[in-house]
């Protein structure tokens, strides 16, 4: 069955620290999507990145760095020199070819960035 | 409009009453979820339309629970007989097109409170 495992609850960092979030998918489908979104306060999901299951091309966006390894059904997010406003919600989500676009969440990280 | 904009933003309920919360797409966008965000959790699916037609139901909890989007904009999402179980956020989000790529826009949510 699809499933989206996100085992770290909660994060406390210091700005300027590095810090990856870590997300395990099970899928038996052979075509599928990941995504990470984030959530701030206000509540609205925030997307940040989509990849196919097909690309493990490691991606960077600015201090934004995703790590997809189809061999340990990983795809674990990093973000560098981290900023207080980086606090919010992180979710790790699944979509699943052959289920027409629904996504499939993890519990969710809280990252906490202090000054 | 410029996002997915749902109201009301905050639903406090009788245990027992019908609720409506309402959910306007970002214009044009052919797919439609809602999702339900338990306190801490990650947001689950309920339903999805593609245009009107309701193509899943699965994730709809009980036959309390009815959604429509009858001229393709617009949904509602409609619990009857409100129990405390109900109370959660509840997600709407679209997307420009079908399938399990597409990026989907989510709006704030609507808190309901069920007291």
């Given at each position: 069955?699809?499933?989206?495992?996100?085992?770290?609850?909660?994060?406390?960092?210091?700005?300027?620290?590095?810090?990856?979030?870590?997300?395990?998918?099970?899928?038996?489908?052979?075509?599928?999507?990941?995504?990470?979104?984030?959530?701030?306060?206000?509540?609205?999901l925030?997307?940040?990145?989509?990849?196919?299951?097909?690309d493990?091309?490691?991606?960077?966006?600015?201090?934004?760095?995703?790590?997809?390894?189809?061999?340990?059904?990983s795809?674990?997010?990093?973000?560098?020199?981290?900023?207080?406003?980086?606090?919010?919600?992180?979710?790790?989500?699944?979509?699943?070819?052959?289920?027409?676009?629904?996504?499939?969440?993890?519990?969710?990280?809280?990252?906490?960035v202090k000054? | 409009?410029?996002?997915?904009?749902?109201?009301?933003?905050?639903?406090?309920?009788?245990?027992?009453?019908?609720?409506?919360l309402?959910?306007?797409?970002?214009?044009?966008?052919?797919?439609?979820?809602?999702?339900?965000?338990?306190?801490?959790?990650?947001?689950?699916?309920?339903?999805?339309?593609?245009?009107?037609?309701?193509?899943?139901?699965?994730?709809?909890?009980?036959?309390?629970?009815?959604?429509?989007r009858?001229?393709?904009?617009?949904?509602?999402?409609k619990?009857?007989?409100?129990?405390?179980?109900?109370?959660?956020?509840y997600?709407?989000?679209?997307?420009?097109?079908?399938?399990?790529?597409?990026?989907?826009?989510?709006g704030?949510?609507?808190?309901?409170t069920?007291?």
């Amino acid at each position: 069955a699809q499933k989206v495992t996100q085992a770290q609850t909660e994060i406390s960092v210091v700005e300027k620290e590095d810090v990856t979030l870590d997300c395990v998918y099970e899928t038996r489908d052979t075509t599928y999507y990941l995504f990470w979104y984030k959530q701030p306060p206000s509540g609205e999901l925030v997307f940040l990145i989509r990849r196919n299951s097909f690309d493990e091309q490691n991606e960077i966006s600015g201090r934004y760095s995703w790590n997809f390894q189809k061999s340990t059904s990983s795809f674990n997010f990093t973000i560098t020199a981290s900023q207080v406003v980086d606090s919010a919600v992180y979710f790790c989500a699944l979509s699943e070819a052959s289920q027409g676009g629904k996504l499939i969440f993890g519990q969710g990280t809280e990252l906490s960035v202090k000054p | 409009g410029a996002g997915v904009s749902q109201s009301p933003r905050y639903k406090v309920a009788k245990r027992g009453q019908d609720v409506a919360l309402r959910c306007d797409p970002i214009s044009g966008h052919v797919s439609l979820f809602w999702y339900q965000q338990a306190l801490g959790q990650g947001p689950e699916f309920l339903t999805y339309f593609q245009n009107e037609a309701q193509l899943d139901k699965s994730g709809l909890p009980s036959d309390r629970f009815f959604a429509e989007r009858p001229e393709g904009s617009v949904s509602t999402l409609k619990i009857q007989r409100t129990q405390q179980e109900d109370s959660a956020v509840y997600l709407c989000a679209s997307s420009a097109h079908q399938g399990p790529s597409q990026v989907a826009f989510f709006g704030q949510g609507t808190r309901l409170t069920v007291v």
